[in-house]
């Protein structure tokens, strides 16, 4: 009898081991048990919105990318809001996804979604926007910020002569991105490199008068969430307040494409029989078309299809228990994030074709030729 009820509990607390083991055990590099996944890796993408085409393009290239190495992918949009967003980030975390790609619409908001996030366990690598202020950021992928900003300076110094010592002087309205998006920042701080010492010198001015006193203060001059129409309205009211007069307006600092597309309908709402140089970013398609048209100068092209290569590459190398490489940091005044960093290009009318269309970015019909 000892011996059967021996043989009884023996056959019991085998029996109790199988759930533990089911349950997760020592967790490897990938989140999963023992190191390897029991099933598809979860990952999360929180995009900010659907108004603007480049963030449609990212978040389908992204999920493609990381469901072609066989992860389940959840991809949602917060609609420009940004209590939707960390209620998106907090659920994906909860229904178990191990990586969450996010691209914030307010860097600072995010921050305590991301940390929520993290304590289930979650990595989390920021996508295009850096989140600040929280150590629970692992990784950063974009392009290099202050030389989108530098490009766009330096179409303008060239079209205007300035490197040749054209003195002007000439009238010039500078714009910023959102004062919510950390990258604004770092926009502004390349532009101004470039055209800072012709307006302290006198070449350019801005009848406006908005021109901030340092790089530090570009939020004074933000466009809230980028938009177009908000973009539209303040170039509006600038034109009817300061250039109705034919008072010639010879460029304006357009931070991305949805702010240039607005400058363009305020031009022509304007009545003028010219258009100022106009810079933008992002080569979406409508743009494209305006620069084609001789509407809109140039575009910063950022391929989001690097982008989101390199994002889903990242990822892989966490899986895989790589380290990743990201030879870049940058600092979201908590610590400083490693990151990848991607090289822009400037495109206008004399290349276009070549970057956009014939790369495959953009068909010639979206394009307008």
Do not use: H
């Not at 029989?273 to 743009?287: F, L, R, S």
Request: with cysteine; glycine share 10%.
């Amino acid at each position: 009898m000892k011996k059967l009820i021996k043989g009884i509990a023996l056959a019991a607390a085998a029996a109790m081991i199988v759930p533990l083991a089911a349950c997760g055990g020592a967790r490897g590099s990938n989140g999963a048990a023992g190191g390897k996944s029991s099933g598809p890796v979860s990952i999360g993408i929180s995009m900010p919105e659907q108004q603007l085409e480049r963030w449609q393009i990212d978040g389908t290239n992204l999920k493609k990318q990381l469901e072609s190495y066989g992860y389940k992918v959840t991809l949602q949009y917060a609609d420009g809001k940004t209590d939707l967003q960390s209620s998106q980030i907090q659920n994906m975390a909860n229904q178990g996804a191990k990586y969450i790609v996010i691209a914030s619409i307010d860097g600072t908001a995010t921050g305590a979604a991301a940390e929520q996030a993290a304590s289930n366990g979650a990595k989390i690598i920021a996508y295009d926007r850096l989140i600040m202020n929280t150590d629970a950021v692992d990784y950063y992928t974009t392009f290099s910020l202050t030389e989108v900003g530098k490009l766009q300076g330096q179409y303008i110094e060239k079209k205007l002569g300035l490197k040749e010592g054209k003195k002007g002087p000439f009238n010039v309205e500078l714009m910023s991105g959102s004062p919510t998006d950390n990258n604004a920042k770092y926009y502004y701080e390349g532009a101004w490199s470039v055209l800072g010492p012709y307006f302290k010198s006198g070449v350019l001015q801005s009848k406006s008068g908005k021109v901030p006193k340092s790089p530090a203060d570009y939020q004074s001059i933000g466009i809230d969430n980028w938009d177009r129409q908000k973009g539209q309205a303040e170039m509006e009211n600038r034109i009817n307040s300061f250039y109705n007069n034919g008072t010639k307006l010879d460029a304006v600092l357009a931070p991305n494409d949805a702010i240039a597309l607005g400058t363009v309908n305020a031009v022509e709402g304007a009545g003028w029989n010219y258009y100022p140089v106009i810079t933008g970013q992002d080569a979406e398609k409508a743009n494209v078309r305006a620069i084609f048209q001789g509407k809109q100068s140039m575009t910063v092209y950022k391929d989001t299809r690097k982008l989101a290569k390199t994002t889903a590459l990242l990822i892989k190398d966490l899986v895989d228990g790589k380290k990743p490489k990201a030879k870049d940091t940058f600092d979201n005044g908590k610590k400083k994030v490693p990151s990848s960093l991607l090289t822009p290009i400037s495109v206008d009318k004399d290349n276009a074709k070549q970057e956009l269309v014939d790369s495959g970015y953009i068909s010639a019909k979206d394009a307008g030729i």
